[in-house]
Every structure is written in C-alpha cells, then in structure tokens.
Nanobody
Framework: QVQLVETGGGLVQAGDSLSLSCAAS????????MGWFRQPPGKDREFVSA????????NYARSVEGRFSVSRDSAKNMIFLQMNKLKAEDTAVYYC????????????????????WGQGTQVTVSS
C-alpha cells in the first residue's frame, strides 16, 4: 500500500511561483508512473502533469505547459511540481497520484490509471 502526502500549497499572487512536493511511503514508487491532478472550485478533477517511472518522459496539460515542471527523486521517494507564472485559474486543490502499471517511459493523463492518491493541497492564486 502506497501513501502519498502533498505539501507546499498556499496563497500566492498572480505571477508568483510555488513548488509542490509529494512524499510517498509504504512502498517505493521508483517504478510507478506519477501524476499531478487538480480540482478547481466547483469543477471536476483535471489532469495537470505526469512523469514516467524512469523520469525520461513527462506530459503536461495544455493550460500549464511552459509554466509547470514535474520532476522526481526516486532516492527520496518523492515527486515535485514547480509552478511558475501562476494565474488565478490555477487555483485548485492539487493531488498527487501513483500508478503501479506501465513501462519505463509510459505516462498517464487520465485518473483511472492511478491506484493511489494523496489527500490534496490547496493552491490559491489571487489576481
């Protein structure tokens, strides 16, 4: 069983940067595809970014491409989401997710592929 805990959320102004972390415990996620999703207020959960378990492949939602960057540190059993040039529309609860399926370069942008989820961290961007 994998437990995921997100940290780093907060209240920032438009144009600022914020870095989210996701710490995994209970099992190594070195061979897991990892993803970030978010749920804006009053909306459905949506894909943000994913990274393959070998770290070579990343994928981003069009709305964040060029502003957000995902990375992983397998030695620390963690993944990160660096968010730059934040906009008011980035306001959401951000979730970390892990998938035990996939090959080294696979990534997933749909939630049904993910087995484990964190509890989420709130990011609020004021305009």
């Amino acid at each position: 069983q994998v437990q995921l805990v997100e940290t780093g959320g907060g209240l920032v102004q438009a144009g600022d940067s914020l870095s989210l972390s996701c710490a995994a415990s209970g099992h190594s996620v070195s061979y897991y595809v990892m993803g970030w999703f978010r749920q804006p207020p009053g909306k459905d959960r949506e894909f943000v970014s994913a990274i393959s378990w070998n770290g070579d492949t990343t994928n981003y939602a069009r709305s964040v491409e060029g502003r957000f960057s995902v990375s992983r540190d397998s030695a620390k059993n963690m993944i990160f989401l660096q968010m730059n040039k934040l906009k008011a529309e980035d306001t959401a609860v951000y979730y970390c997710a892990a998938s035990s399926t996939g090959r080294a370069t696979d990534y997933y942008s749909t939630s049904q592929w993910y087995d484990y989820w964190g509890q989420g961290t709130q990011v609020t961007v004021s305009s």
